[in-house]
Each structure stands twice: as structure tokens, then as C-alpha cells.
């Protein structure tokens, strides 16, 4: 699937994107049992998304790709975000980021608002349309998470998972870097 990447000499190990290496941890090939982490993952990450995105549909909720935008936008200090912070925080693909946002613009759930301090900049904010699609579909959707994940894991393992995941994800470290909301 994927070969680790090895860290530059005198790069950080926060600049690699990996964990330290382990002393265990040699050369992969196709046939490495340890892969089979890495298989079910994305086996599993793609099963529920499909799943949540039908759930959405099933109901004539938005599509999951626009759920994840809102949020993002809902989170956001000020509901607003420029389209570099929305592509960063957006936690599905990031390919047709812009479309995607345009379409919600035109069914008038977020709208593009000038940045008053660079004339070239514009925020992403979300409408009250936007807010309440969101709300709407947050039902839906939480049941689903609530089904597929919570309900199926003990306090204890979704501590454990929440922890791999944090040790596995680039930006989880990084301090926000977010456009403050002026005026």
C-alpha cells in the first residue's frame, strides 16, 4: 500500500509526520502481515463514510462532503474561514473543495464574504440556511456515528482509539492557525 517515509538527517520528527521509528519497524513489502492494520483502516474509514453518506441520503439530508464543510465553518471562530483554512480543516477529501463550496453558495448556505483587511482575501461563512441544513442532518448523522462507532466500542477502547488517531494525525499538534475575526 504505502511505504513509511524515512526522516531527512536533522529533520524533527514532527517535520516527518511519524511517530519515532521503533526499533522493530523494518523495510515493508506487500506480504507484511503488519499491513494488515493499515488494510482494515481504510477498509473501515471508506465502510462508514459510505454508510454516513447514505444514512444522509436516505433521509434527503446534504451530502456528507457538505456536512463536514459546514462544520468545519460552524466551528470556526466567527463561522467563518478562508478556503486555505477550510481545505486544512475539512477531514474528506480536499478534491473539489471549491466546487463544493461554490454549490452551497448557491443554495445559499455559506456565503464569500471580503476579508475588510486584504482587499485580494475572502472568508467562506456560514449563512443560517447553512446552520440550520446543518442542524437538520447533525440528527441523522450522529445516530450513524453513534451506531456504527460509540455504541460499538467501550469507554476504555474509544480513549484507546482517540489516542492512536491523535498520534497518527499531522495537524493534531499543531497550534491553530486560523484568521482571527476582526471588527
Known sequence: MSTPVEPQPGAPAAATGSAPARADCGALSPADPRLAAWRSFLRTHTHL???????????????????????????????????????????????????????LQREGLVERQPDPLDARGLFT?????GRNALRDASTVHLAGVSRLVIDRLSAPELVQLQELMRRLDPIADLPRTRTPVRG
Do not use: P
Open 125 to 129: 461563512v456560514l449563512t443560517e440556511k
Open 49 to 103: 463514510l459510505r454508510i454516513l453518506e447514505q444514512d444522509l441520503q436516505a433521509n434527503h439530508k446534504i451530502s456528507i462532503g457538505s456536512y463536514d464543510v459546514l462544520v468545519q465553518l460552524a466551528e470556526a471562530e466567527g463561522n467563518r474561514l478562508r478556503m486555505s483554512e477550510l481545505a486544512e480543516a475539512v477531514l474528506l477529501s480536499r478534491s473539489g473543495l471549491t466546487r463544493l463550496v461554490d454549490r
